[in-house]
Structure formats: structure tokens, C-alpha cells
């Protein structure tokens, strides 16, 4: 098969014989085809490092079960077929349980069948990302990219991918995350994809690969009997198995499992005999490596003696490959007990573990956990048979500290994942290092702090220090960091006092809210509103603050839930609170009242249709945030662009079109500030806010203007339906009715079939994916393209189309819903007209004339005066081109029956007489 990859033209690729790299100047990720070919290992090599082995790159134990869970993934991929677009699945599962090589298995097993298969794995150096976009690879079915440690990259990262994998009109991209869990991180990422991209992700729980303990015989026999092929050892007769075989848990892991038959295998080569224990195995194994170091130093092949290369390991353990610049910095900061210039150092590390990509250095052991452990046994306090080194403790303190280095992140997050097995590691190191140093969490990344709420080891007081400093300063990848962190406070046990209790939950409120589990949100919510409802009245004053808040998010997630009285009522009371702070603070609070202003009109406006109520609040909200100080501030900038465009829809409820027009110009300039800035976050908001502005303009008949917003408008949501389809192929095709209207009124012809072609594509596509509320829209879409193709002279299609419109139609007009009643009598003489003005097949106009009076008889004498109108200028345009084609008789039977249908206060009176 002939492999194919793109590039957008931030990006170069380079094809180094099967091996595709897209190197990019400014993302953060790399893709290789993947998964490569097996790496075979000469049975010397196996022997000097048998750990190597047990690397799922080199497959030396064939791919075993997991037939259930092949299937799910095929299912999945599957589904995506029939709508191009990015999917998104995750599997998930400790360390050791097989995620890799299943993800292996299925992406060879694919690329055999046409796809392409890709790897994304982070950049050492990690550059600033402007706002990326690459297209899809290759041609075939589909693209696989496979993201392991997906648990460290941050949301905005995934979130980048998952953009620069859209593309119009192209095959789907499938996006297969593998992490070891589904914790907060996993909410958070789903929340965002679900809220901001329309995108529903899939999650898969890897179990361990053995069920039951008597299935472990047979699976440790077969690893040994391709570890001992490996290793050129005679399995025959096999080894016995371990004593603790059956007895511990643990073997049912694969990982486990593997280590434990490739000790057995090197224990009986060597007559010795082998760990019992699961505990055991990986000291056992990194003996090897550290004998594999002496004989390499004792041949002249590396400088560095055991001791030194076991700290240069360490290091590459905590930090993972770093940029060769970044790595000789590493080893400075942490010079090891060897007077060698760090680069020597690294081409030593480099001889004994070979970098995975040509630009990184310090490669860590594999598996990782073979690389935790190490790091375990390195560090003093443990009981195992492995001399701790001292130097060990002291470089983790010269190597993670506060001021941002390029491997802090990884080193903390390794250490903390390190510490869920090995206690002396939480207790003894990183524990204290995070009480000495609590800003390291600001660095750390919400994968850290997720793995350190999990720690037993994590006490009160550190835990609360840790929350106070980042509700202060979090950033917001650490969201869902920051989740876990009041999750675990407000489980601890025993009594918080009333107030803190209600502030943590006030907190957790609006923290899950952030990342869209808003059920969740609203329970926190309310309890935190009751408590601090009952402090304020008992006089706790502080409380007022936190009271306000808790009502303005509680406020939203009601909305969300459809309860928009209560969340009416929530703002309203959030509102009453922050006046009384703004009186006495009112810049530590108008912000915040502004904002609580703003959502009041918002709901008034946007989910009550109560729009000229919410001009008040909304003008409030607008005078207030122009009166502070704060010219520069993202937050007064994102609440001022809310307000305006607020404040716009009241002033044109209330007639108003000069404020109206303002208000959106406004709105739009800042919306515009805020996505030049941040990029792809703000494409949704400023899409709506160019089609505000552009219906303000149209209203004051600035068309050629108001054609221009519009049209910027839909090309944004153009690209932000490629990439979720779900959530914004509906509102493009809101905005694809309005545009149509705007270019029919306005007499561009030249537009219509274009735009109604799009249209009625897009429609189909929505009813296709089962959203059968669109089927009325789609049926209006399609008498678009008959008038669109009548004004360009296709009567034929024309006519096909006019037909079709109405076969759409008519079974929800049969039902009995008035709207559909009414669009089929207006398609039904839409039909005739055009049969009438381009003079094709006559002979249906009084089919259709029948069909449209019967239908038009149906309706209710209290029609709405709208609708009633819609049908009769529907009829008496066709009465006046049967008149102007010279069918007077035609034309005075269809008024006279019209008008007998119809009631006599709708009849104009000098018809009467005709008639």
C-alpha cells in the first residue's frame, strides 16, 4: 500500500525510506506512521539487556485474546464510516495491561485493509502553538492517529490535534487516546469536546489480559517459550512456573506476567532461581541492566562507570527524552558523581538506551514500569534488595524546582505516578518537596495533581495549601487538576466548619461546571447556596461574596437544565448581592456585577424570548464594564463582547436600530481582539457575533455590508462543522436560510443555486444522521433550489425540485401541523408558477391548484395572521402570472375558491367584487 501524508504550509515532511515524520516549526506534536515493523533483537543484545524484550515495539510475545475488545474498536471505526469527520475513542488501564500492543494490533491490522496509521507524540522542546491546520493524510477509508500517555498532554493540545486532523469533504480521522486512567482529565477533555466541538468520545476499559488464576499457566508457558527462543536458551524442558503463580493478583496483568516468565527464563539459564513475588521481579531485571553497564565500562565503551551511568538513568528516568540542549542542562543541574562534560555523558546514556527519535537524548527504561521502579529503587527509604543511592534525593531537589524547566512537568508527574506503588517515594520525596515548594503544582500540570489526590499519603494541610494557590493563580489546563483536589477536601473526613464546607463546594460548583458536568455542578451548587445563604443571614458578611457567585453559576447550570425561572430567578438574587458589594467595593466587584447583569439579559433575551426586557440589565452591564479600569483584562473583555451583543438584541426588540448597529459593531470588534488572540477558542463567538452584526446591518439596509459579515460568519462555521458536525452543521444551516433570503432580496441570482444546493446537501446530511427535525428544513431548503434554479432559467430541475419540496412536506402537512399545512400550499403553488412562467408541462397546474385549495381549506378559521398571509400571497401571485401568461379563466376559478376558503375579514375588499 502506498502511504501518503500533508502538510499545511507551517509543516514539512520528510520520507525516510517506510518511515513518514511530519515535522512541524510550530506545533507541539509529531506524527510517524505507526506502528512500525517489530524490532528484532540479535540474541546478544537480549542477553546484554533483557529488559529490552519486554518493549511492546519489539513483539517477541505474540499478540494474544482480546477478541472482545478488537471487535468494540472495529465497531467503532466502523460507525465513523458513513459520516466523515473526527472521531474520538480512549483506552484505558494501569501500566502493564496491554494498551499499547492492543492499539498496535488493531492499527497493523487496519493498515492492511487501506488506512493510514499515524503516532502524535509530543516535542521535547514543546514550542508555541499559533492556531494550526493540517489536513488529512493519504486516501483509503480513513486515518488512524494513535496518542499514548494521552493523560499528559495538555486539553488545548488535544483539543489543537483534534483541529488540525478537520478537513472538508475528507474520510474520517479517528483520534485513539491510550492513558492509565478515565479520571478528571478524561471529564474534562469529554466536556470540552461535547460543549465546544459537538463531539461525543468513546472510552474503553482495558482488563487485565488473564480472568482467572488457572488461566495463567498458559500464557507464562508461552512467554517462556519465546524468551527463551530470544534469548537462544533451551526451554526444553520448560521452567516451572513461580510458586506465587495463581496466588497473586498481579499475574493477571500482561506485563506482569511477561516479566515474570523472562526472569524464570534467565534464572534457569543461569541455574539460579527466579522472584516469587510480582515485588521482586523488577529489581531482579534491573540488576541485569546494571551488570550490562559494568561489562560496557569494562570494555572501554563508556566512561561512565555503573555508578555514574545509574544516575544518568535516573535522571533520563524522571525527565523522559529531552531536546539535546535540554538534556545537557538536566545533567548540569544535577551534575552526576563523574567529572565528564554532560555531552559525553549523553552519547554514554545513548550507547546503552538509543534515542526513539533522532532529536532527543536520555531515553528512558522501558516499560514504564521498569522506569517507575527504578526511580523507586533509587531513592532511599525503601526495603528492597537494591542499594539506594544517596545522590538520588538530592538531585531531585536540584533538578524540580520552582522556576520552570522543561522537564518539570514530566519528572513530577513520573513521581507521582511512581508513588501509587511505592510509599517511601510519596512520603519521604514528593510530599515534602510540594510543602517546601507548593508552586511547583502551578507547573506541574493537572496529570500530577490528579495522581497526588490519589495518594493516601496526601494530608489536609498540604491538600488546602495546595487549593488555596490555585483558586488564586490555576491556569486553565489545571482544571481538571484543580477538580480533583477540591474532590478530595471535600471528602475528607470528620467536620468542616460550616463556612469552609460551603465555600469548597461553591468552589467544586463552579470548577465542574467549567468542565461541563453540569449535573454534578448544580448538586454542589445548591448545597453551597443553602449553606451560604443561612452564614449570610446569621451575619458571616464574608460570605456574601462566595453567596453571589455560587447563585450566578447555579444560575447557569439551571439554564442548561431548561429551568430558566429559577435560573431567573438565581441571576436576580446573584444581582441583588453584588450591588450591595459594589456599593462599598466597587472596584473589587463591578466586574462581577456587570457580568451577573449581563447573564440576567442574557436568559431574559436568549432562552425566555423576553428580549425588550433585557435591555435594562444589558445597558447596565455595558455602562458598568466601560467604566472600569481594567482596558486590558481578557475577562472584562470576553464579559464587555457578552454584554454589547446582549444589549443589541434588546435594542432591536425595542425598535431601536442606531443602538442595535452599535452595540454589534462593538461586540464584533471585541470578539475579533479576543480570537486574534487566543485562535480557534473564540471561533464560535465570533461567528455570532458577525451574523448579529451583519442582521443589525441588514435591518438599517446596509445590504452590501451586512452580505459581508454574513458571509465571513458562515465560512467560520463552515470550518467549525468539519470538525463537529454534531454540534455546528445546525446552526450553519439556520445561517444558510437567512444568507439565501438575504441574497433573494438583494437579486443576486448568481448566488441562489450555489447556496441552496449547500443547503439542501446540508439538510440531508442532518435528516441522513437521524435528526428528524430537519426534515420540515429540508423540505424548505429544496423549494430554495426550485426558485433558485427558475431564476436561473432551469425550469426542468426547477419544477423536479418544486415537487420534491412538497413530497417532503406533505406527510407532516397530512398530521396535521399547521406550519407544514402552510408550506405545502405555498410549495404546491410554487410548483404551478414555475410550470406557468416557464411554460413546462401545463397540464399539473390544476393538480396542484386542487391539492393546495383542499389543503388551504384545512386550516383553522384563528390561523395566525402571519401564516394566513404567507398562503394568500402564495395564491395571489400565481392568480397574477396565469393573468400575465393569458389563463384568466385559471386564474378567476383559483380567486374565486380562494376566496371562498377564506375568512372575510382577510379577503381585500376590491377582490370581493371579482370574485
Same mark, same amino acid.
Given at each position: ?86 472521531? /474520538? ?35 521535547? =522542546? ?47 480521522? #479517528? ?12 471529564? $474534562?477533555?469529554? !466536556? ?13 476499559? #482495558? ?6 488464576? !488457572? ?30 503463580? &495463581? ?72 525527565? &523522559? ?14 551534575? %552526576? ?128 495549601? /495546595? ?86 453559576? #447555579? ?53 425566555? &424570548? ?47 436600530? $442606531? ?92 448566488? #441562489?443555486?450555489? $447556496? ?84 413546462? =408541462?401545463? !397540464? ?32 395571489? %401571485? ?38
Amino acid at each position: 500500500m502506498e502511504q501518503h501524508a500533508s502538510a499545511s504550509d507551517y509543516a514539512r515532511i520528510v520520507q525516510a525510506g517506510r518511515d513518514v515524520v511530519i515535522l512541524d516549526e510550530s506545533a507541539p506534536y509529531r506524527l510517524r506512521m505507526w506502528p512500525p515493523p517489530p524490532q528484532r533483537l540479535s540474541a546478544e543484545e537480549a542477553r546484554a539487556q533483557p529488559s529490552r524484550l519486554l518493549r511492546a515495539g519489539h513483539e517477541v510475545v505474540e499478540f494474544a485474546g482480546r477478541e472482545a475488545e478488537m471487535k468494540t474498536l472495529r465497531t467503532w471505526r466502523d460507525s465513523c464510516l458513513s459520516h466523515p469527520r473526527v472521531a /474520538l475513542g480512549l483506552i484505558h488501564g494501569p501500566g502493564g495491561q496491554g494498551k499499547t500492543r492492543l492499539a498496535s494490533q488493531a492499527a497493523r491490522i487496519w493498515r492492511q485493509e487501506g488506512w493510514n496509521t499515524f503516532h502524535a507524540v509530543l516535542r521535547p =522542546d514543546r514550542p508555541v502553538r499559533p492556531a494550526p491546520e493540517t489536513p488529512p493524510f493519504g486516501t483509503g477509508p480513513g486515518t488512524v492517529v494513535v496518542v499514548d500517555y494521552a493523560q499528559e498532554w495538555d486539553t488545548g493540545d488535544l483539543l489543537g490535534l483534534i483541529h488540525d486532523m478537520s478537513s472538508p469533504g475528507a474520510a474520517p480521522v #479517528l483520534l485513539l487516546l491510550l492513558a492509565r486512567s478515565a479520571g478528571v482529565w478524561w471529564q $474534562t477533555l469529554q !466536556s470540552r469536546l461535547v460543549r465546544n466541538l459537538g463531539i461525543v468520545p468513546e472510552a474503553l476499559r #482495558l482488563e487485565p489480559l488473564v480472568g482467572r488464576p !488457572s488461566d495463567q499457566a498458559p500464557l507464562f508457558s508461552e512467554a517462556v517459550r519465546r524468551f527463551a527462543a530470544a534469548l537462544e536458551v533451551p526451554a526444553a524442558p520448560l521452567p516451572s512456573p513461580p510458586s506465587g503463580l &495463581g496466588d497473586h493478583s498481579a499475574f493477571n496483568q500482561a506485563l506482569t506476567l511477561h516479566m515474570s516468565a523472562l526472569a524464570t527464563v534467565l534464572a534457569a539459564a543461569d541455574d539460579t532461581v527466579a522472584p516469587d513475588a510480582p515485588d521482586k521481579l523488577s529489581a531482579y531485571l534491573l540488576a541485569r541492566e546494571r551488570t550490562h553497564w559494568a561489562l560496557l565500562h569494562e570494555r572501554g565503551l563508556l566512561k561512565a562507570d555503573p555508578n555514574a551511568m545509574s544516575q544518568v538513568v535516573y535522571i533520563a528516568a524522571l525527565t &523522559g527524552p529531552l531536546s539535546y540542549a535540554d538534556g545537557t542542562a538536566a545533567l548540569q543541574a544535577a551534575p %552526576v558523581e563523574l567529572w565528564e562534560h554532560p555531552g559525553r555523558l549523553i552519547k554514554d546514556h545513548a550507547v546503552c538506551y538509543a534515542q526513539s527519535r533522532a532529536d532527543s537524548v536520555l531515553e528512558p527504561l522501558y516499560p514504564d514500569r521498569l522506569n517507575e521502579d527504578f526511580l523507586a529503587l533509587m531513592l532511599p527509604g525503601h526495603e528492597r534488595d537494591w542499594p539506594a543511592d544517596l545522590w538520588s534525593a538530592q538531585a531531585f531537589g536540584l533538578l524540580v524546582k520552582p522556576g520552570g524547566t522543561p522537564w518539570t512537568r514530566t519528572a513530577l508527574t513520573r513521581l507521582a505516578e511512581t508513588a501509587k506503588r511505592w510509599p517511601h517515594v510519596a512520603h519521604s520525596h514528593l510530599i515534602p518537596l510540594l510543602r517546601e515548594h507548593p508552586e511547583l503544582c502551578l507547573e506541574a500540570g493537572s496529570a500530577m495533581i490528579v495522581a497526588l489526590t490519589e495518594l493516601h499519603e496526601l494530608d489536609v494541610t498540604l491538600a488546602a495549601d /495546595l487549593y488555596g494557590l490555585l483558586a488564586e493563580r490555576r491556569p486553565i489546563d489545571l482544571t481538571a487538576g484543580y477538580v480533583a483536589l477540591l474532590t478530595r477536601l471535600t471528602n475528607i473526613p470528620g467536620r468542616l466548619p460550616p463556612h469552609e464546607r460551603a465555600i469548597l463546594d461553591a468552589a467544586l460548583c463552579a470548577a465542574l461546571g467549567e468542565i461541563g458536568r453540569y449535573p454534578e455542578a448544580a448538586e454542589y451548587g445548591e448545597a453551597a447556596v443553602a449553606r451560604l445563604r443561612g452564614l449570610v443571614a446569621d451575619g458571616t458578611e464574608e460570605c456574601r461574596d462566595h453567596l453571589a457567585a455560587a447563585l450566578t453559576n #447555579l444560575a447557569e447550570y439551571r439554564s442548561v437544565a431548561g429551568a430558566n425561572q429559577s435560573a431567573l430567578d438565581a441571576t436576580r438574587e446573584a444581582v441583588s448581592h453584588y450591588r450591595a458589594l459594589a456599593r462599598r467595593s466597587p472596584g473589587a466587584y463591578g466586574l462581577r456585577l456587570a457580568v451577573a447583569l449581563s447573564k440576567f439579559g442574557n436568559i431574559l433575551a436568549l432562552r425566555m &424570548g423576553r428580549a425588550s426586557e433585557a435591555l435594562a440589565p444589558a445597558d447596565e452591564a455595558v455602562r458598568i464594564l466601560k467604566g472600569l479600569d481594567e482596558a486590558d483584562s481578557a475577562s472584562r473583555t470576553e464579559a464587555l463582547a457578552t454584554a454589547l451583543a446582549t444589549l443589541s438584541r434588546a435594542a432591536d426588540a425595542h425598535a431601536d436600530g $442606531t443602538l442595535a448597529l452599535e452595540s454589534a459593531r462593538e461586540s464584533l470588534i471585541l470578539r475579533r481582539r479576543l480570537a486574534e488572540a487566543q485562535g480557534a477558542v473564540h471561533s464560535p463567538a465570533l461567528s455570532r457575533a458577525l451574523d448579529t452584526f451583519g442582521r443589525a446591518l441588514w435591518r438599517t439596509g446596509r445590504t452590501d455590508e451586512a452580505l459581508a459579515s454574513l458571509v465571513e460568519s458562515v465560512t467560520i462555521h463552515r470550518e467549525l462543522a468539519t470538525i463537529a458536525p454534531e454540534r455546528f452543521e445546525p446552526i450553519l444551516e439556520g445561517q444558510l436560510h437567512h444568507l439565501f433570503e438575504c441574497y433573494r432580496e438583494s437579486g443576486l441570482r448568481q448566488k #441562489l443555486v450555489p $447556496t441552496a444546493e449547500e443547503l439542501v446537501a446540508l439538510a440531508q446530511r442532518l435528516v441522513d444522521r437521524g435528526c428528524q427535525e430537519f426534515r420540515p428544513s429540508l423540505a424548505v431548503a429544496t423549494y430554495h433550489l426550485a426558485v433558485a434554479r427558475a431564476g436561473a432559467g432551469q425550469w426542468g430541475e426547477a419544477c423536479s425540485a418544486a415537487d420534491l419540496a412538497a413530497e417532503l412536506i406533505r406527510p407532516r402537512a397530512t398530521l396535521g401541523f399547521v406550519a407544514s399545512e402552510v408550506a405545502l400550499v405555498r410549495f404546491l403553488c410554487g410548483s404551478a408558477l414555475i410550470r406557468v412562467e416557464g411554460r413546462r =408541462d401545463r !397540464s399539473g397546474v390544476p393538480d396542484r391548484l386542487d391539492e393546495a385549495l383542499a389543503v388551504y381549506a384545512r386550516l383553522p378559521v384563528t390561523l395566525a395572521a402571519n401564516l394566513r398571509r404567507e398562503c394568500l400571497d402564495a395564491f395571489e %401571485v400565481l392568480e397574477e402570472s396565469l393573468i400575465a401568461a393569458g389563463d384568466d379563466g385559471w386564474a378567476l376559478g383559483l380567486r374565486r375558491r380562494r376566496i371562498r376558503r377564506t375568512p372575510a375579514d382577510h379577503v381585500n375588499p376590491r377582490l370581493r367584487g371579482r370574485s
